[in-house]
């Protein structure tokens, strides 16, 4: 596979810009490859600078669930663009998509718009320690929440590959209000909550974790982390910058029963655009200034191309038969996946349109599990792949995605892929049922 002019390219942009990328994972150091340079994208693909087309199983971190340039989705914003790029001043496009976010989302009644995931959750910290009165903030080994200084404890994704459990440059005094227990283990939660419980403002967690790799909640954890928090007056977040929109219209809490008292909503909701979102109870929200005393802005908060592209991404949602196709497609797939897998000590943990591959013979149900899986045969196996033309998301801690625009050839295409790269042989079973799944 020619990849000279993504391997010039690199070389060049590590001349100008800190590894040669924006974000530390695109850098592809955890696999052992090189970082490819992206031409053009559309659907489940994309191509490289060389030529090279991909399957896309990352689509950009989650974003795509409808695949890379929706005809529709870019024409809202085509067509937003030719009045302005930003204004300063609130403009209709921004109440149409916090209405579509209030009606989706079930516990959020109010709504406020930022530019990233980690500017939801930072404003969302700074809300539930003014409203709570208390300081201590619970997390949860591997559950990455953005970069603020306080929440880089034991987190996961790009970080996991750092020889420190938190960034450097990172003051203690930044980090002692935080404290980071292991995913699932309620009984931790209920100790710490019975020493410390008048002192913790808030519980945040992905309600799936994404980026440990996909572990699923055991189905005590979060009606538990519900409970104790009501209990001790406490506050709890759901970080759905990952899960909301992709596992239901409205995200894991949806679909696990679950309502949080803020939310925070990333990747989907601005359909491809900088854009990000936290909101929840009336009561709480009504802290934020202008009405309270919680100070919150941003200059291109609320742009009025990337609420265009939210509002018409969310539109798409509304199909009453959107999320049971995506489900049946994803179903199909990972039916299949699990028999290329048998008996080769893979663990496959997924949920909705998300999935992982743990190259360990034990379950993943926390960042421990998770960091004990063999990390070099998923660099080697990453590698196959890449020269496959598949490309998955470039981490052992990280989730892939199917979207609605994968098509039953490409799915195909990706099973057989598999199999070579584990250097097994199977063939494909349930092709006639397939045909309707991809009609």
Aim: glycine share 10%.
């Amino acid at each position: 596979m020619q990849k000279s002019l993504s391997e010039k390219a690199y070389k060049e942009a590590v001349e100008f810009i800190p590894g040669g990328v924006n974000s530390p994972v695109r850098a592809l150091k955890s696999v052992g490859a090189t970082p490819i340079f992206v031409k053009n994208a559309k659907g489940a693909t994309f191509t490289d600078i060389d030529g090279n087309e991909y399957i896309d199983f990352c689509l950009s971190w989650g974003v795509f669930i409808h695949g890379h340039a929706h005809p529709a989705v870019n024409q809202a914003a085509v067509d937003a663009i030719q009045h302005g790029t930003s204004y300063g001043i609130p403009s209709l496009q921004e109440t149409t998509l916090a209405k579509l976010v209030v009606g989706a989302v079930p516990s959020i009644e109010k709504v406020r718009f930022v530019n990233s995931g980690t500017e939801a959750v930072m404003s969302a910290i700074r809300l539930v320690r003014a409203y709570t009165g208390r300081d201590i903030i619970v997390k949860f080994d591997g559950c990455y929440h953005g970069h603020a200084d306080h929440l880089l404890v034991a987190a996961g994704s790009g970080v996991a590959g750092l020889s420190a459990s938190s960034s450097k440059g990172v003051p203690a005094d930044f980090t002692r209000h935080t404290i980071s227990l292991p995913f699932n283990d309620l009984a931790g939660v209920k100790d710490l909550f019975t020493t410390h419980g008048d002192k913790i403002a808030a519980v945040i967690t992905e309600p799936v974790p994404a980026n440990m790799g996909v572990v699923l909640p055991h189905e005590d954890f979060l009606p538990g982390l519900r409970e104790i928090t009501q209990q001790h007056g406490a506050l709890l977040i759901f970080d759905e910058v990952i899960t909301g929109f992709r596992l239901s219209k409205g995200g894991a809490q949806e679909l696990y029963g679950i309502q949080p008292d803020l939310t925070t909503l990333g990747k989907i909701v601005g359909g491809g655009f900088p854009a990000a979102a936290f909101g929840g109870r009336a009561d709480i929200m009504d802290m934020l200034a202008p009405l309270g005393e919680v100070y919150q802005a941003g200059t291109l908060s609320g742009n009025p191309v990337a609420m265009s592209a939210g509002i018409r991404t969310l539109q798409l949602l509304e199909s009453a038969d959107f999320y049971p196709d995506l489900q049946a497609k994803t179903d199909w797939f990972i039916n299949e996946l699990k028999q290329i897998i048998k008996g080769k000590d893979i663990q496959l943990n997924h949920v909705g349109s998300m999935f992982t591959l743990f190259f360990s013979r034990d379950k993943i149900n926390n960042f421990e599990d998770a960091a004990k899986a063999d990390a070099s045969r998923f660099g080697q196996f990453y590698r196959n792949m890449l020269e496959q033309h598949i490309y998955l998301s470039p981490s052992p801690f990280e989730a892939n995605f199917i979207s609605v625009a994968h098509t039953k050839e490409q799915l195909e295409r990706t099973l057989e892929a598999f199999v070579r790269a584990e250097n097994g042989k199977r063939k494909t079973e349930n092709a006639s049922n397939s045909e309707i799944l991809f009609a």
